[in-house]
């Protein structure tokens, strides 16, 4: 197959040239804190759906394997389905794309701080947790949405660049996260019960008050560094001149 494509896909002509100085200009005030912004709350509901969340259910919460389960299912869901919604919105809002950002950064930080306040007043309601959840994952998937707005504030010859850089920010928080999950809550030590080990109160609250202070970053860059709409919206048509057509 890549022999047949050889032969098939006509040569560039002219081969792109590596600098640099590309990536330093994609690191602009314009790009820096989107990267930031977009990538926190994707990586901690990652670390959610697929390190910590069905053990956080299991453990302190009180569900069942299939159970947990059933509620990573319908974050996946609802994550996937928000790529869609999201830029739904957008174009319902006239093309705004700071609304579904700020949406994103700050839903992600009072979403942690719901959980640590369930888990200060030692509440264990099942329904607290799965809403919360669910509205974590529809914070996560707002791709479509960064992206555009990444196009508008970036010429052509660095857009590819800029994407790659945010995408890469996106997986570099999850795993510094996903290492951080596991060594936070080492901290406390767990109880055995049949060979299993079950983490407490304290471990879980230690681990949500981490992904607080994460999100809580990605709110500061939205605010401080004023991230604007690029385009009018709502701007009425000016009136042609008479006699024009």
């Not at 979403?111 to 030692?122: E, R, V």
């Not at 990444?150 to 920010?169: C, K, P, Q, W, Y």
Request: glycine share 6%.
């Amino acid at each position: 197959l890549m022999i047949f494509w050889r032969c098939k896909l006509p040569c560039p002509a002219k081969k792109p040239d590596f600098s640099f100085k590309q990536y330093a200009q994609a690191f602009s005030r314009r790009n820096f804190p989107v990267f930031f912004l977009t990538s926190i709350p994707f990586a901690i509901n990652y670390a959610l759906m697929t390190i910590i969340g069905k053990k956080f259910l299991e453990d302190y919460v009180g569900f069942s394997p299939g159970g947990a389960g059933n509620v990573l299912l319908a974050m996946n869901i609802i994550a996937a389905v928000n790529g869609f919604a999201a830029a739904g919105v957008s174009r319902w809002l006239h093309d705004r794309k700071i609304p579904i950002l700020w949406y994103s950064a700050a839903g992600a930080l009072l979403i942690q701080m719901g959980f640590i306040l369930l888990l200060g007043i030692h509440c264990r309601t099942p329904y607290f947790f799965v809403i919360l959840a669910c509205l974590m994952a529809s914070t996560a998937n707002i791709a479509p949405v960064y992206v555009a707005y990444l196009r508008e504030v970036n010429d052509e010859h660095h857009f590819a660049t800029v994407v790659g850089i945010s995408n890469t920010t996106s997986y570099l928080f999850t795993a510094i996260l996903g290492t951080l999950c596991g060594k936070m809550l080492d901290i406390f030590p767990p109880e055995i019960i049949g060979g299993i080990k079950i983490y407490g109160r304290n471990a879980y609250l230690l681990m949500f008050a981490v992904f607080a202070a994460f999100a809580a970053i990605s709110v500061i860059f939205i605010t401080v560094l004023t991230i604007r709409e690029q385009k009018k919206h709502d701007q009425p048509t000016p009136p042609m001149p008479p006699g024009t057509v």
